[in-house]
């Protein structure tokens, strides 16, 4: 997780922009593209994640020297936040170089490049107004549209690697762990897990959820020459997400591929060790869990 004294650190590098000019070309007042949400100091899950498309045909640099990419005219994404005591963060996280442009409630405009990790933005304040905050998210050097997830939280900006607290795969894991070579029957292998945990996943790239430290379960797998898939996905009666570190040492997530079930797919498994995590999209207490391996492709 990024210190607190970080993000305000990079946060001192934002420019605020005059909005008489950017005015004349954005539709300041527009709901956003994407979507509205209201949002109350202490909200959870924090934190709040939505998926845009970054970029657009408006070139920002034109209007500030000191601003950087493409937007759209309307705003991506649009926040009514009631403030507490903590500060608020904005940032955005995308495998392509995106910049942030904001309106906030007092009408000043705020713009960041490269304050995050890996060529993503990031916006705080550390004593945030009420209000209507317009958000657009830009991409840099080019107007092509691109996804990208943006992140509003209380805790800290979006981080683009892994922390050095974050799931630990070389615990062993809680529920155990199998050898499986490819063609093993019975085919699903299924284990019950408690799916939650403490650990806030939002921080692994492309990942939600809550999970544990230690991997809920280990699967030690020998790939065959037959073509099949391998398949991870749970079956609980709570919103359950997956976290797996895989035999390449890659973090795969997924939400809610099967109804609020996830399932997390290698179409050319690799041999080694995948450790797995389920988690609970909502904090708060662990849910029994069903965790399917299959090379099948129906669902379980």
């Known amino acids: 997780m990024q210190s607190l004294g970080r993000i305000l650190t990079a946060a001192a590098a934002i420019t605020l922009m005059a ?32 998926t845009v498309n970054a970029g657009g045909p408006i070139d920002v640099s034109t209007v ?43 009408g000043q405009w705020m713009c960041d490049d490269d304050s995050g990790d890996n060529l993503n ?13 317009q958000i657009w998210v830009g991409r840099f ?12 939280s209380e805790v800290s900006g979006p981080a683009n690697s892994v922390p050095a607290d974050a799931p630990d795969f070389g615990l062993d894991p809680a529920y155990g762990s199998v050898n499986l070579t490819s063609g093993f029957l019975p085919d699903p292998h299924t284990v019950g897990i ?3 945990g403490a650990y806030n996943a939002y921080q692994i790239p492309e990942c939600v959820g809550f999970i544990a430290t230690a991997p809920d379960y280990r699967v ?3 790939a065959g020459t037959n073509g099949l898939p391998l398949i991870f ?35 050319a498994p690799a ?28 669902a379980h």
């Open 194 to 196: 408690q799916a939650g």
């Open 233 to 267: 996905s749970v079956q609980s009666e709570a919103d359950t997400t997956l976290v797996i570190n895989d035999a390449q040492g890659n973090w795969v997530c997924n939400d809610d591929t099967n109804g609020l079930n996830p399932q997390v797919r290698f179409d």
């Open 64 to 106: 500030s020297d000191n601003c950087r990419g493409f937007i759209a005219a309307r705003p991506s994404f649009t926040l009514n936040f009631r403030k507490g005591d903590l500060p608020l963060y904005i940032g955005v996280v995308a495998d392509d170089d995106t910049t942030l442009v904001i309106r906030s409630p007092n």
């Open 271 to 298: 041999s080694g060790q995948y450790d797995v995590w389920v988690g609970t999209f909502s904090e708060g207490a662990t849910q029994p869990s069903t965790l399917n391996v299959s090379e099948i492709d129906a």
């Open 19 to 50: 909005a008489p000019a950017y005015a004349q070309r954005i539709q300041s007042n527009a709901q956003g593209t994407f979507g509205t949400v209201n949002l109350v100091s202490g909200f959870t899950p924090d934190p709040h994640v939505t």
């Open 220 to 222: 030690n797998f020998t």
């Open 141 to 152: 050097g080019t107007s092509d549209l691109a996804p990208a997830n943006l992140y509003i």
């Open 121 to 133: 933005p990031v916006v705080s304040w550390s004593q945030p107004r009420n209000g209507r905050y």
